[in-house]
């Protein structure tokens, strides 16, 4: 198992990271929230998860081992695979997701696209023994603090969850005024709030 990564990030893409180790380019799915850290030619080390298929290889990059292990900790659910896994980390952090489970709330898991009533009520069943307890405040978002570019950020975060372009259009819209005021208070627009909040949008819209 390739537990992490570290070295220099030579590309970015709306879901991709690579991340040069050894002269070899390692090519890294992660969330918006993670990638949101990460700059090109500067030093990264992500925790990682080697998914295995019959025609595929693919490795899923982490802020930290505690993402990492909820990740895989999701996955022993019916009916989650590594993509769902990482949409619900998209969305929600680790310390949120267990939140969440522990105390049986449904809207949560149904912010999460390609989750729906019956498979939030499903899924807080079967994950209520395995992600444990709440461990506190939680982390804050990785490198949430994002000035230049929210909206091309956004925008494709939400294309790599699924959406259409349209609907990824309306959502960044329908943020825009969030994101403003941040920054008229002289805060900088954080990507993973405003991540939830168009998610939110989204789901009102359906």
Request: charged share 20%; glycine share 10%; proline share 5%.
């Amino acid at each position: 198992m390739i537990a992490f990564v570290s070295g220099p990030v030579a590309a970015l893409a709306p879901d991709t990271a690579v991340v040069e180790v050894g002269g070899i380019g390692m090519a890294v799915q992660c969330t918006p929230d993670t990638l949101s850290a990460l700059r090109i030619g500067q030093q990264a080390k992500l925790a990682t998860s080697l998914v295995v298929r019959e025609d595929s290889l693919t490795l899923y990059g982490f802020a930290d081992d505690d993402e990492r292990q909820t990740f895989e900790l999701l996955q022993t659910a019916s009916g989650v695979g590594p993509r769902l896994a990482q949409a619900m980390l998209a969305v929600h952090s680790p310390d949120a997701l267990r939140r969440a489970v522990a105390t049986g709330d449904e809207k949560a898991l149904t912010a999460v696209p390609g989750i729906g009533k019956k498979g939030a009520q499903k899924l807080l069943l079967e994950l209520k023994d395995r992600l444990g307890e709440p461990v506190g405040g939680g982390r804050a978002g990785v490198g949430s603090a994002v000035t230049a570019g929210w909206r091309d950020q956004l925008h494709a975060a939400l294309i790599g969850l699924g959406y259409a372009t349209r609907e990824a259009d309306e959502a960044v819209a329908a943020v825009a005024p969030q994101a403003e005021a941040a920054v008229a208070d002289g805060a900088a627009p954080q990507v993973p709030q405003l991540l939830k909040a168009a998610l939110q949008s989204l789901n009102r819209a359906r």
